[in-house]
């Protein structure tokens, strides 16, 4: 199971450039791949478009293999594949918008219940996906008074309903509060490690660095930087002319080599940051 998109390209009505300009990317099975990108760099648009959105204006998006939208003739107008809700599961950047149901338990099942799931079934679904995020306690509540990251947890939660094989998920950690957080990035590397492909935006580079296997950045609509989050963050310079910084324990110890002359390698995470320092302070063994 995979999400792909070759040599894709979209553009909107009547725009004078395409937001989507002919793209290459993968992201592959049983990983978390982090889209990276300045405000306007074409990160929305892209997942839109790998998720069966919108039909590319050239190129295609591939899940599972397969085209998401097709054509029947050279002239024929491109029709959406059927079945893709459960290839792939989309969370929109602004949760309001998903969210329309007069409980969080009922907005949860509706998904199933489209698939075909009986009412018992939609309903044990919707249950085992608020569980999985930690909101069972606001299944009775009107998703229109919550907060603004409990708001993005029940969004969640309806797309997770669903069991689609392939999820993509525009800055699912945004409006979040620490514990939300964490829950929603344990849930996306819990979910990478027993199904598909799992695509999602952030703009927090230590999540990027945390969950992703693979990150790609975009600007202007094309891909300017890709590879592991190890190749991609070693590329300091580039990405500040992107507009965008670094993790905040390679930017810590880039500050320590600079100003203390202590080298603490290239860690991505404060864990890794931690880890090496705890060396430092160790010293070198015995024999060494």
């Known amino acids: 199971m995979s999400l792909a998109a070759r040599s894709l390209t979209y553009r909107y009505p009547d725009a004078p450039f395409p937001a989507v300009d002919g793209v290459d990317l993968e992201a592959r099975d049983g990983r978390v791949t982090c889209l990276l990108g300045a405000t306007g760099s074409g990160k929305s648009t892209l997942l839109r478009a790998m998720a069966g959105l919108v039909a590319p204006t050239a190129g295609e998006a591939l899940v599972d293999g397969a085209p998401t939208w097709v054509r029947r003739g050279v002239l024929g107008r491109p029709r959406r594949r059927p ?33 075909g799931a009986t009412d018992a079934e939609a309903a044990e679904a919707a249950e085992a996906a608020l569980g999985f995020l930690g909101i069972r306690h606001l299944a009775c509540r009107s998703p229109f008074e919550l907060s603004g990251g409990q708001q993005r947890l029940a969004a969640i939660a309806g797309v997770l309903a669903m069991d689609p094989a392939n999820l993509v998920l525009d800055e699912p950690m945004a409006a979040l509060d620490p514990e939300g957080r964490a829950i929603v990035r344990d849930a996306v590397a819990h979910l990478a490690s027993r199904r598909g492909a799992v695509l999602l935006v952030t703009h927090d580079m230590d999540d990027a660095a945390s969950l992703a296997a693979s990150v790609a950045v975009l600007d202007r609509g094309r891909v300017a930087l890709s590879g592991s989050p190890a190749e991609v963050f070693s590329r300091s310079g580039e990405l500040r002319r992107l507009g965008l ?4 324990a390679l930017e ?26 705890a060396g430092l302070a160790r010293g070198p063994r015995e024999g060494a």
């Open 83 to 115: 079945g893709l809700p459960r290839a792939v599961g989309y969370v929109m950047q602004r949760p309001e918008r998903q969210l329309f149901a007069a409980t969080v338990a009922e907005d949860a099942a509706f998904g199933p219940r489209n698939l």
């Open 245 to 248: 910084g670094l993790p905040s």
């Open 252 to 277: 810590a110890a880039h500050l320590l080599r600079e100003r203390r002359g202590v080298d603490v390698g290239e860690p991505l995470t404060l864990d890794a940051l931690a880890d090496a320092l």
